[in-house]
């Protein structure tokens, strides 16, 4: 197995070393020197991408039998696809997968949203997103799209808004959203390795969408600090990102990948997965 990963980001890295430690060779791209010692130290061959195709970069892409995209579409398009395209042809049978996110669904005024629904994304990092969804999936080894929620896991979770004191609670009655434990998101990757299906579309986000506030509450008590006020939405002076965000609320269900895949979710609900964080802080403050 030889695994390229286009941005060894949050989810990335946790990707590629999973893959690393059961015994594969792979290689990473990063931006910067830092980065690229960071994933040398846990066993990833990191490729330096600032945009263009460097020949280690496409020999990588044309050897991989697994290739994972991650790499944020900018203005142009997906950075990776822009700069391959031109000099890379899919190895036959590679497995292909693409990190996408259900803000292609837009709004679903509460609604639950499902893989065949018709993207109708709102934001313009949304409609690139689904632009680059339909670039990956038109390879001649079509990718697996993965649509993803608020992504957490150990050092990004509410427990750290909360001890960073910028946790708030927005009371906008109704407003629900779906996240994933970032376990859950590899174990989703690992298990569509197994049983592939190119070109195939998949949510993956835990059972419970709620409101936000719901997570800041339970991170308080792990943390025993007193939940911040609730805040009305109409009252909170959100940026226009933050209203944004709260413009779009639907329930995304994960059917499809528990049926088809057999993935099963460590984390169910953000109770189980802040609770594995919180054992994670503990373990990084006694370390």
């Known amino acids: 197995m030889r695994v390229l990963v286009l941005g060894c980001g949050y989810v990335g890295t946790a990707f590629a070393q999973t893959l690393a430690d059961q015994g594969a060779f792979v290689q990473g791209t990063c931006r910067g020197a830092t980065s690229a010692e960071t994933l040398r130290q846990v066993g990833i061959a990191p490729i330096l991408f600032d945009g263009t195709a460097s020949a280690e970069l496409v020999e990588a892409a044309q050897l991989a039998t697994h290739i994972l995209a991650s790499i944020p579409p900018g203005p142009e398009g997906d950075p990776a696809l822009l700069a391959l395209s031109p000099v890379w042809t899919p190895r036959t049978g590679a497995w292909i997968g693409y990190l996408s996110t259900t ?15 018709a993207p109708t994304p709102l934001s313009s990092e949304a409609k690139r997103r689904a632009e680059a969804e339909a670039a990956w999936r038109a390879l001649p080894s079509p990718a697996h799209v993965f649509r993803l929620p608020g992504i957490y896991g150990p050092g990004r979770s509410a427990l750290e808004q909360v001890l960073s004191g910028t946790a708030r609670r927005i009371d906008k009655p109704g407003q629900v959203f779906s996240r994933a434990h970032r376990t859950d998101i590899v174990s989703a990757l690992t298990a569509s390795i197994a049983k592939p299906n190119p070109g195939r579309i998949y949510n993956i ?8 506030g719901e997570v800041i509450v339970e991170a308080c008590r792990l943390l025993g600090r007193e939940p911040p006020p609730l805040v009305p939405f109409e009252a909170a002076g959100l940026s ?34 802040l609770a594995d964080c919180y054992a994670h802080l503990e373990a990084r403050q006694a370390g």
């Open 205 to 212: 986000c835990d059972d419970h969408p709620c409101a936000s």
């Open 240 to 273: 226009e990102m933050g209203k944004r965000f709260y413009s779009e609320c639907k329930r995304v269900s994960n059917v499809r990948a528990k049926e088809e895949l057999g993935w099963k979710l460590a984390f169910p609900t953000f109770v189980e997965g």
């Open 103 to 117: 803000g292609v669904y837009g709004d679903r005024a509460g609604g639950w949203a499902f893989e065949d629904d």
